[in-house]
């Protein structure tokens, strides 16, 4: 636990540098963006404040300590397209492509690019340049899929699970049309699978929390399920969802430990010794979930709260990004939910 609470000794909120000088050198207020760590520069891809989006990217340089009321944020190379919802995971054969997969997306109003509405886009870090990579047997099924979380594991084998369609944006109706199905890109030859599996398969889900374990699996937390029979509904936190990336298969997990709500729109990141730290979200009805931040130990499946000064933490935010750095959590952007406010730059 010293660690978690390592972590959060230095959570100082940063947003109030830009609550009075809004410029073309500093990122305006979003929330749903995609976010990935690259080496010592965390991006921040599109996001949206309210019905628009964009196609901005901004990145965070770590190489350096900085002063918290001026943090280095960059402009980088904007997307092909505006995009919302969307999902990003870093190569780990290189540590410098990002892929960019699904979202609600549109033309930017700025871009000076042909819009081509890919299901993935390829970013090269080191030369700044965005591509659509030569994808092999693509599933045109999983065009239009918005609000999952792309995994990549070891071997440079992206997972995706579940979404919806973007064509529909309101959540909170039984109309959403949900997916449960698992789709896999392999980065090294570039060739699509969707993965035939019967067994153990979880409900149609978005909005989920998911990170790789050192087990090669990949832990699936909460989130928004629709029964096939009955209204959309939470993910029960307390029974997370397990994929093995070698087999191929699904199984389900009982926790135990301290009492914690159900949410969607949260974050997950996983420490050095096996804690997986859980932040923010909302209930379906957009309310504040009880405790904003919780953590699992993977080594005893037990839930626990860390106690965190509440002057150290910042206001409840839900569909933000968040990152481990170091002996640091970053949580960026988002929506706020106590004062219906999007939030400006990052805590940390």
């Known amino acids: 636990m010293n660690l978690i609470q390592g972590i959060f000794g230095f959570f100082i909120i940063l947003n109030f540098v830009n609550l009075f000088v809004i410029c073309d050198d500093f990122p305006t207020p979003r929330g749903t963006q995609a976010s990935s760590l690259v080496n010592n520069k965390l991006y921040f891809f599109g996001g949206s ?3 628009n989006f964009t196609n901005e990217v901004w990145y965070l340089d770590l190489s350096n300590s900085f002063n918290v009321s001026l943090p280095p944020i960059h402009k980088g190379q904007e997307m092909p397209v505006a995009v919302s919802l969307a999902s990003s995971c870093v190569s780990p054969i290189d540590n410098s492509s ?5 979202g609600n997306m549109s033309l930017a109003y700025n871009a000076s690019v042909p819009f081509y509405p890919l299901e993935v886009y390829l970013f090269d870090s080191k030369m700044s340049y965005w591509r659509p990579p030569n994808i092999i047997d693509y599933n045109a099924s ?20 579940g979404g919806a369609d973007s064509n529909v944006t309101n959540i909170n109706t039984t109309k959403v049309f949900m997916y449960n199905d698992m789709h896999m890109l392999d980065t ?7 993965l035939n599996i019967a067994q153990n398969v979880p409900l149609p889900c978005i909005a989920y929390a998911a990170v790789l374990l050192p087990t ?4 699936y937390i909460g989130g928004f399920e629709l029964p096939f029979f009955g209204s959309p509904r939470l993910v029960e936190i307390k029974m997370v969802r397990l994929f093995n990336t070698k087999s191929f298969t699904w199984s389900n997990k009982q926790t135990t430990g301290e009492n914690i709500d159900s949410r969607m729109g949260h974050t997950a990141v996983i420490t050095q010794n096996g804690s ?7 209930t379906i009805n957009a309310t504040q979930v009880s405790p904003d931040l919780v953590v699992l130990d993977i080594n005893t499946w037990e839930w626990s709260i860390p106690n965190i000064p509440q002057k150290d933490s910042p206001s409840s935010l839900v569909f933000h990004s968040a ?3 170091e002996n640091y959590m970053i949580v960026s952007f988002g929506n706020y939910l106590i004062i219906i406010l999007l939030s400006f730059l990052v805590y940390k």
């Open 142 to 161: 999983f065009t239009g899929r918005y609000c999952m979380q792309a995994v990549i594991n070891n071997d440079g084998k992206i997972f995706m699970f």
């Open 188 to 194: 090294t030859t570039m060739k699509w699978s969707t």
């Open 98 to 102: 990002v892929f960019l997969i699904g």
């Open 49 to 51: 404040s309210g019905d």
């Open 276 to 282: 997986i730290i859980i932040y923010g979200g909302s």
């Open 323 to 325: 990152a481990i750095y």
């Open 216 to 219: 090669a699996e990949i832990i």
